[in-house]
T-cell receptor, first 116, second 117 residues
């Protein structure tokens, strides 16, 4: 059965620290997509990244980087030199277009607090 | 431009009221979604519209009635709600849905915070 696990419920760091948010997924499909979204206190879900199952290249976007490892079914997210504005809830999500059309299967989220 | 707008931002209603939530996107997307999110939980899918037709209803109670007047607009009509329906209601859109081959990115609006008294 499909599932996304974000084991870290809450993480607190001090500004400029690096932080990694873990995401482990379960799927039987060979074609699937993984996403990360950021939800600041205002409530809007902000799209961060989309990755398909055939592309295992790691990605870097500014202070953000993602490590996709199919061997361990993980798609971890690292923020380098964290800032107070990074404080938010971060959701990892899985989509299986062939068996679960359009459904985003969300993890339970990780609340990140960055203190000055 | 990846903007999805939602109105109102906040809504307080009694259990006998009828109200509507509105969502709009101008990205040319052909799929639109309603999600419900309770505090400290992930969003839960309610409805999906594809090319203005309802394609998915996640067994949502009939007191929630979706409507897609055109490809840019999505409404959620509310009637006889219960206090447990209080939540953040999020709208999203994506380029397409139901392709079976890929999952397009869903872009979310800011949400409507609904309180049912």
């Amino acid at each position: 059965a499909q599932k996304v696990t974000q084991a870290q419920t809450e993480i607190s760091v001090v500004e400029k620290e690096d932080v990694t948010l873990d995401c482990v997924y379960e799927t039987r499909d060979t074609t699937y997509y993984l996403f990360w979204y950021k939800q600041p206190p205002s409530g809007e879900l902000v799209f961060l990244i989309r990755r398909n199952s055939f592309d295992e290249q790691n990605e870097i976007s500014g202070r953000y980087s993602w490590n996709f490892q199919k061997s361990t079914s993980s798609f971890n997210f690292t923020i380098t030199a964290s800032q107070v504005v990074d404080s938010a809830v971060y959701f990892c999500a899985l989509s299986e277009p062939q068996t679960n059309t359009d459904k985003l299967i969300f993890g339970t989220g990780t609340r990140l607090q960055v203190f000055p | 431009d990846t903007e999805v707008t939602q109105t109102p931002k906040h809504l307080v209603m009694g259990m006998t009221n009828k109200k509507s939530l509105k969502c709009e996107q101008h990205m040319g997307h052909r799929a639109m979604y309603w999600y419900k999110q309770k505090a400290k939980k992930p969003p839960e899918l309610m409805f999906v519209y594809s090319y203005e037709k309802l394609s998915i209803n996640e067994s949502v109670p009939s007191r929630f009635s979706p409507e897609c007047p055109n490809s840019s607009l999505l409404n959620l009509h509310l009637h006889a709600l219960q206090p447990e329906d209080s939540a953040l209601y999020l709208c999203a859109s994506s380029q397409e849905s139901g392709t079976g081959a890929r999952a397009d990115t869903q872009y979310f609006g800011p949400g409507t915070r609904l309180t049912v008294l």
